[in-house]
């Protein structure tokens, strides 16, 4: 981390180290750039009594002019930015805390009155510390691939990319390493931003974890890590320089919009209507499909999810017809062999007479108007869906486990023609394996 700042003209430095622990990081800054400044100024904030303590105590004997705070850094962060005096910085290296904040928390509260509304506190540490240094000045921090994607994110990126340039990411493949402490079980990044800097290419280096025995870097253009069309801002972060199938493709150019198909996130919260879910079926109720089902059928009846859903007033909006629909989990394991895994939900699954079905919370259902899709495209979605070169594509830009709803919503998909053709395929294969489905969608994308 201190190796990815770069030498600038002044002879002082100014150092903010806001999740500063015993000061692992600004020795290390100390380390490698002690020598190369006239003075070194630093400033450290932590909360914790007894690190402070020794953090203090280590401090003094530091080689530049070291303060450590035992304050609430968001506290005085915002202050200081208030302030038209504020407190400005050349240099800032940060290891943040990792929580979620609260809508309604004091937190919350105080950044929004700077412009900044984020749900991570790793967030609002980065977007802080940026909005503390001079133009010119340089950010690295380490934290989670989280907010590479996804809605909840959004402003932040919107944030940083309007006051900062993206230097540099270094993206550890290992989940369970740089954060094993704190139980973040996602892929983590060292990021390099300057503050008004000028945007230009990006280097992206990667390594399995912090050994970096197999470290290697490229670079790319911006334009690459942010498509210019993407209104939510995606950050993709390219592990090799291979070519994107689906991004390359002039086949591959259709919205979902532009297919009259939407993706929603499955609406029943089990535990918001618990008093209506049932372990079995019985009178009264309709099947209701978590993702147990997608892989062994409905019912599962010696698994440990329910397998129905009273129907009634209270529960009916949360239904759909029962029609037929592509579906997929919203949450895998690092160890699965594919991130998106889309199956087609039919009403062949469910006893006749069957009227509405429930799709869990933890599913995305792609869907017309909350009505099904037609046999050809539903088996076309899907095979599509289920290729290697989606899921290479998805796996660019998502740090994590999850796949939203935004984030299929954002995916480009052939035109309804070649779904329907992929479909009519499908069926008259009957059972396909992997190697089919890749080699039937490399010939589609060309």
Sequence with gaps: MASMFYPTRSEECSLLDPGY???????????????????????????????????SAIATEMRAEAKVLNTDFI??????????EQALFSHAIINPPYKKINTGSRHRYLLRKVGIETVNLYTAFVALSVALLIDGGQLVAIIPRSFCNGPYYRPFRNFIMERAAIRHIHL???????????????????????????????????????????????????STIVLPEDQEGFIHVPDAPVVDQIRSSSVINSSLDDLGIQVSTGPVVDFRLRQYVRQAPEPGTVPLIYACHLSSGWPKMDGKKPNAIQRNKETERWLYPNCRYVVTKRFSSKEERRRVVATIVDPGMFPDGTEVVGFENHLNVFHTSKNGLSREVAAGLAVYLNSTAVDDHFRKFSGHTQVNATDLRNMKYP?????????????????????????????LIG
């Excluded at 094993?180 to 992206?204: C, F, P, S, Y």
């Design 21 to 55: 622990g015993i000061g692992s990081l600004t020795s290390a800054f100390l380390d490698r750039w002690d020598s190369y400044f006239h003075r070194i100024r630093v400033t450290g904030y932590e909360v914790d009594n007894f690190i402070y303590r020794q953090a």
């Design 75 to 84: 506290d005085t962060a915002v202050r200081s930015i208030l302030s038209p």
């Design 172 to 222: 550890f493949h290992a989940r369970d390493k740089a954060f094993r402490h704190d139980a973040v079980l996602q892929e983590n990044v060292i990021v390099h931003l300057v503050r008004g800097g000028k945007q230009g290419d990006v280097t992206v280096s990667t390594s399995t974890d912090d050994g970096f025995n197999d470290y290697s870097e490229n670079t790319y253009p911006f």
């Design 415 to 443: 035109g309804n023609d070649a779904l329907m053709s992929l479909g009519r395929w499908a069926a008259q294969c009957g059972n396909l394996n992997q190697d089919d489905i890749d080699q039937r969608v490399s010939k």
